[in-house]
T-cell receptor, first 114, second 110 residues
Framework: DTEVTQTPKHLVMGMTNKKSLKCEQHMGHRAMYWYKQKAKKPPELMFVYSYEKLSINESVPSRFSPECPNSSLLNLHLHALQPEDSALYLC?????????????FGPGTRLTVL | GNSVTQMEGPVTLSEEAFLTINCTYTATGYPSLFWYVQYPGEGLQLLLKATKADDKGSNKGFEATYRKETTSFHLEKGSVQVSDSAVYFCALRNNNDMRFGAGTRLTVKP
């Protein structure tokens, strides 16, 4: 099973709302990632968790707050977002943090901020 | 730093035509190289990968060879199908740093 699941598939929120994106994998992977992808652009790395610890934060604004409650689950908490934050948010996982490990991606959550 | 430069396209081909999408990279050390494919409205799917120089990754008729001397990882397929229409991303991984090329949109017409 090489599946990464993400919920919800679509999310519409106002600028004052608080919402969360969820990502789950049951492949025993110990590294998990959040990416942001704008239309017709490549994914951009936001956060990396390795062994449930935040190891990389690519200067992401504090209105995005990641959380890794356990090795299978990754959340992204959203608060006070701006319309320019509308994008496809992709989660990925890999066996570890090594350079040869393949990242497996979920289908993404398409977020619209009104 | 690490970066990937990819032929942006769009590329439009007839069915059964030969496909090449160019990809070159800049990196320190020994990165792993990947091709991912993204169908409309979906996430990225791994197409193939290579982890060291001269490795050839292959899958579903697609191939790419890790060329350290030319820092390239060009994607090829001998005969494309309509179902290959998608966006293709070349990517590099150096430890936890993952970089993607700009993506190439491929449209295959019957």
């Amino acid at each position: 099973d090489t599946e990464v699941t993400q919920t919800p598939k679509h999310l519409v929120m106002g600028m004052t709302n608080k919402k969360s994106l969820k990502c789950e994998q049951h492949m025993g992977h110990r590294a998990m990632y959040w990416y942001k992808q704008k239309a017709k652009k490549p994914p951009e790395l936001m956060f990396v968790y390795s062994y449930e610890k935040l190891s990389i934060n690519e200067s992401v604004p504090s209105r995005f707050s990641p959380e890794c409650p356990n090795s299978s689950l990754l959340n992204l908490h959203l608060h006070a977002l701006q319309p320019e934050d509308s994008a496809l948010y992709l989660c990925a996982s890999s066996f570890g943090g090594q350079g040869t490990d393949t990242q497996y991606f979920g289908p993404g959550t398409r977020l619209t901020v009104l | 730093g690490n970066s990937v430069t990819q032929m942006e396209g769009p590329v439009t081909l007839s069915e059964e035509a030969f496909l090449t999408i160019n990809c070159t990279y800049t990196a320190t050390g020994y990165p792993s190289l990947f091709w991912y494919v993204q169908y409309p409205g979906e996430g990225l799917q791994l197409l193939l990968k290579a982890t060291k120089a001269d490795d050839k990754g292959s899958n579903k008729g697609f191939e790419a060879t890790y060329r350290k001397e030319t820092t390239s990882f060009h994607l090829e397929k001998g005969s494309v199908q309509v179902s290959d229409s998608a966006v293709y991303f070349c990517a590099l991984r150096n430890n936890n740093d993952m970089r993607f090329g700009a993506g190439t949109r491929l449209t295959v017409k019957p």
